[in-house]
């Protein structure tokens, strides 16, 4: 446990305390009492030191692949060298990487980036013309006819222009500008860019990003980076993880003391919730923006991952639309997308996209120059989307295979988060919400008086110290809610939904054992 | 970039509300930025593009794009291998078929294997895939002839680009006369002053001898540094080795003297090597920084700070669009490095299927392998290639009057000097253009030719250059080298 607690210091040094009593520590001096260093004679002072480096950087976190995560792959290594663990194999569900954990890739996808990568193949009997004619288009449109080539800064233009269409034809006609479509390395990358652009001022003029917590912690980490304000408007968990506007004034009101609110991102599905907003909330928080003077940011890299029946995405371009002239017109807005998740788990291949609504001319241009920098984002990404946004449809000879396949992955989804809701919420101290869509659930738990003060005794916060021992009993690696943020005094963690239906049950059995052993002993 | 006069019309006419997102309330460091490889001159670019296509009578019927180091984009071949393993790994059903030889579907398996799912479309560990760094480590013992290499200090990136900018994000700290310091060559590849401006460092100029092939003299470097020290704390030394623009080869004994300047001044040392796979000139030879700084021996070689570059998009690959790279460090603080990873997990990781192509760069076809023979043939071609343009290009640029051209050693580019006339110096300054800008524009507007100013790579005042590549195809390029130059001719005629 020691090492798990060091571990847990290692490379965090907030610089203020979060509001969500993460402990603070001294990282200089637990980085190397962890670490295995050479003694080294008389060595003279580096340059680069905890002490000299970028400060914003080290106050920069990211739960999801943090402290609990090296700790698994601590173990995975133990495990290989044949120590013997309570355990025979580390379970990663702590990351929404699909195909990691078995999800098989969707044929056609893979056929026309085959076809793209090594166009000899386009000779080849075994492909069918569905996908040769993709790839043909897409090779067609890059430099020398090859993925090798960079791309134009913003994305391959006619790969912009499928965007624009899938963006027309999945909000009923309202109509998208390729133009206003800049292809990202993955989402993350279109979301950093973004806000990057958006931070300026200092001091009490310090531009304020509104984020809800829980988050997906690429958020907190950006705003960090970047030195801007993070201001947090509290989802209702008993309420589903609504968004509720009177918080959003709350929050907003409280910021502007100390920082200058510009911004207001909201993650729909939600990650880690699971929640997906209804229409009227979707039409309060656009109102609420344009009220405030707020850059909308609407994460949806989960829109294709909705699970119940009541719950329907509604894309806020399209709400923007819909609400008329005076929103639609003036409400500055930035949506993204993702290849990462859906039916089609392409996490490795960094594909994205974002729309940018009512941007000034301008800025347009300082956001592609601001692009340039990097020359451009993969193109096999961006050949990836152009398949994900242009799918075969009826009539076409890989129709039929590529609907199977979709459904299959996405009713197995559906299958298991309906599975992962009820088993948790038969778990005494355990309370999980409806997981309505995205890929995870994060349930609140119960953590007795006595796991708190362990927890607080090992310098760590208590759902890391009930993380931390559920991985160690059991091989289970889910991310402590307090790397995504919750009320004061609750606790949760996120769990993917993503092992295979079998071992899943298996996991949820054995999170249910855990925690029950867990509450009789610290009782 | 300035809205022009039609735009600023269109936007007030439409009655927009002030946004809340400006000119006057982005980040200022953001709007500071400059990246002249895609700027003014190739959007110009790309509008006259646009009005061929639409029948728009031109003095020229293609826009030759000589402005970005993009191999494959003017016509350069992928190699058959990488393509064939990559499509192995992106589509496995392909193991299966008798069109592939058995030493892709091997290493293709090997890759596989080591991914999370067996599939490229798994996110990998923030570092790279930990068998294809180990691989990285093995090719830079063998470049270094036996030097050890540790996987654990190699960071696969989303191209070189990526690795420079985390680098430089760890090492910018202090505020007012203790902000970070980074000495960069003039000229310079302009990510270096994009990344600065953008995170608020101060850049330091040191300037590279134009009259002795770009040479990088020491002495410079103190000249800089002082100077530096007035007014930043300076942290860290970037070179580019092979240069870009510059295309110098630097000596060893050279790279040996900016080493022991860095370990005397404490300067992180950042050594961008993308070139190193090319090469060119008879007595030039790539030394890399790591096996010199090994060879010099403690205190260099044990306390030195050190971060190598490489890529997949420049040497006979030319695979720029996979944006596949790494960094090597030597000798960083173990606990900084913690951090490293730390940012990069922020963005989960690197495009696998660049990771699968580095793989393939640091592992090609042995001798005994089926695939060697193909490969080998295609990668001397290229290779070829690439120097018989560089020297035609030296060539027919020096033979233009009021051009000099130093001798293209190694990288992609020319970057000759150009004479222009006092009176054209003067237009341009009118129209609120840098002198070569000008120059640029006119030459593209008057041939189709897109070459990039030598004021978007820095260059010392009162001298002129601008930045071409090597990479049109070769029965393009000398066509195209005499047109520039009997540009030029015309051009200091009408301004004289």
């Not at chain 2, 060119?280 to 030394?287: D, I, L």
Request: hydrophobic fraction near 40%.
């Amino acid at each position: 446990m020691q090492r798990a607690a060091a571990l847990v210091w290692r490379g965090c040094c907030p610089r203020t305390p979060g509001p969500w009593g993460r402990s603070q520590s001294s990282a200089a001096a637990e980085a190397s009492a962890v670490l295995k260093v050479r003694p080294e004679r008389s060595r003279r002072e580096r340059i680069l030191t905890l002490e000299s480096m970028n400060p914003q950087v080290k106050a920069v976190e990211y739960a999801v692949r943090g402290p609990i995560v090296l700790k698994a792959g601590e173990i995975e290594l133990e495990l290989q060298r044949g120590i013997k663990k309570p355990f025979t194999e580390v379970i990663r569900a702590n990351i929404g990487d699909a195909q990691a954990m078995g999800q098989q890739p969707i044929t056609f996808l893979r056929q026309v980036m085959a076809l793209c990568t090594y166009p000899n193949l386009l000779d080849s009997p075994s492909f069918p013309e569905d996908a040769k004619k993709r790839a043909r288009r897409i090779l067609q449109a890059c430099g020398g006819n090859s993925l090798g080539s960079y791309s134009a800064s913003q994305g391959v233009n006619c790969i912009r222009e499928d965007v624009a269409a899938y963006i027309t034809r999945r909000d009923g006609g309202v109509p998208a500008d390729p133009d206003n479509i800049y292809l990202t390395t993955g989402a993350s990358d279109g979301i950093s860019t973004i806000l990057k652009i958006l931070v300026s001022g200092g001091g009490k003029s310090r531009t304020g990003v509104m984020i809800p917590i829980p988050q997906y912690p690429l958020y907190s980490a950006v705003i960090s980076e970047l030195d801007a304000i993070q201001v947090n408007y509290y989802l209702d968990e008993e309420n589903c993880w609504a968004l509720n506007v009177n918080e959003l004034r709350r929050a907003l009101q409280e910021a502007k003391d100390h920082c200058d609110p510009k911004v207001l991102c909201i993650i729909n599905p939600g990650n880690p919730t699971g929640q997906v907003q209804s229409r009227k909330c979707i039409e309060d928080v656009i109102h609420f923006a344009w009220e405030e003077k707020l850059f909308l940011l609407a994460d949806e890299v989960y829109q294709d991952n909705v699970y119940s029946p009541d719950c329907k995405f509604h894309s806020f371009k399209k709400v923007l639309y819909e609400m008329g002239p005076e929103y639609s017109s003036n409400v500055e807005l930035a949506s993204f997308h993702s290849t990462s998740k859906g039916y089609m788990g392409e996490c490795g291949y960094r594909g994205g996209y974002m729309e940018v609504i009512n941007l000034h001319p301008e800025i347009k241009g300082q956001l592609v120059k601001l692009l340039s920098v990097r020359l451009c984002p993969p193109v096999s990404g961006q050949a990836a989307m152009d398949i994900v946004v242009n799918p075969p449809v009826p009539g076409e000879e890989s129709f039929e295979q590529f609907r199977r396949e979709k459904e299959s992955v996405l009713g197995n989804l559906a299958k298991k988060a309906k599975l992962t809701e009820d088993l948790f919420n038969q778990v005494p101290g355990i309370h999980c919400n409806p997981l309505q869509g995205a890929m995870y659930a994060f349930p609140q738990i119960f953590i007795p008086r006595k796991a708190v003060e362990a927890a607080q005794a090992h310098k760590m916060a208590p759902d890391m110290f009930y993380c931390m021992k559920l991985l160690e009993e059991t091989g289970i690696c889910v991310v402590p809610g307090s790397g995504f943020g919750q009320r004061e005094g609750t606790y949760h963690f996120r769990m993917t939904i993503l092992p295979p239906v079998e071992k899943l049950k298996t996991v949820l059995q054995k999170v249910k054992d855990f925690h029950i052993k867990f509450l009789e002993k610290y009782a | 970039m300035a809205l022009r006069a039609g735009d600023r019309s269109q936007v007030a006419m439409n009655g927009l509300k002030e946004k809340v997102l400006t000119l006057d309330t982005m980040n200022p460091c953001v709007r500071r930025v400059e990246y002249a490889v895609r700027g003014p001159i190739v959007l110009r670019a790309l509008e006259l593009e646009q009005e061929l296509r639409q029948g728009v009578k031109k003095p020229f019927t293609e826009v030759i794009r000589a402005n970005i180091g993009d191999a494959q984009a003017m016509g350069q071949k992928p190699i058959t291998f990488l393509r064939q393993v990559l499509a192995l790994c992106v589509h496995p059903d392909l193991l299966n078929s008798p069109d592939f030889p058995e030493d892709a579907k091997r290493k293709a398996e090997r890759i596989l294997q080591a991914c999370g799912g067996h599939s490229l479309g798994a996110y990998s560990v923030s570092s790279g895939i930990q068998l294809i760094r180990e691989d990285v480590a093995r090719y830079i013992e063998r470049r270094d002839g036996g030097i050890p290499s540790d996987p654990n200090n190699i960071y696969l990136s989303t191209g070189a680009s990526d690795a420079i900018v985390t680098v430089l994000k760890l090492l910018v700290a202090g505020e007012g006369p203790t902000r970070t310091g980074v000495l960069i060559p003039i000229p310079q590849y302009p990510l270096y002053s994009a990344a600065l401006a953008e995170l608020n460092a101060v850049q330091v100029d040191y300037y590279l001898d134009e009259e002795r092939a770009w040479a990088l003299d020491v002495a410079e470097l103190r000249r800089a540094l002082c100077q530096a020290r007035g007014h930043c704390c300076p942290r860290a030394l970037c070179i580019i080795n092979p240069g870009n623009p510059t295309g110098q080869v630097q000596a060893r004994e050279c790279i040996e003297a900016v080493i022991r300047f860095a370990f005397e001044e404490r300067l992180f040392l950042m050594a961008d090597e993308v070139y190193q796979d090319n090469v060119y000139a008879e007595g030039s030879q790539f030394h890399s920084f790591k096996k010199v700084l090994t060879e010099m021996g403690p205190p260099y070689a044990t306390q030195q700070e050190l971060a190598s570059f490489h890529s997949v998009s420049k040497g006979y690959m030319g695979e720029c669009g996979f944006r596949g790279g790494y960094v090597e460090v030597v000798n960083m603080d173990p606990a900084v490095q913690q951090q490293m990873q730390k940012l990069m997990s922020v963005r989960l990781c690197p495009p696998v299927p660049g990771q699968v192509l580095l793989s393939m760069v640091v592992s090609p076809p042995a001798p005994s392998d089926p695939s060697f023979a193909q490969f080998q043939a295609e990668r001397q071609v290229v290779l070829a290639e690439l120097a018989a343009k560089a020297k035609l290009t030296e060539q027919v640029f020096n033979e233009a009057p009021g051009i000099r051209c130093n001798p293209v050693q190694g990288a992609m580019y020319s970057f000759p000097r150009v004479q222009l006339p006092p009176r054209a110096v003067q237009r341009a300054q009118e129209l609120g253009l840098a002198p070569d800008m000008f120059f640029c524009m006119s030459l593209l507007e008057e041939t189709g030719i897109c070459v990039v100013p030598g004021s978007g790579f820095g260059q010392r005042e009162g001298t002129y250059h601008f930045r071409m590549t090597i990479l049109p195809p070769m029965e393009k390029l000398r066509p195209l080298l005499e047109k520039l130059s009997q540009f030029h001719a015309k051009f200091t005629r009408e301004y004289s």
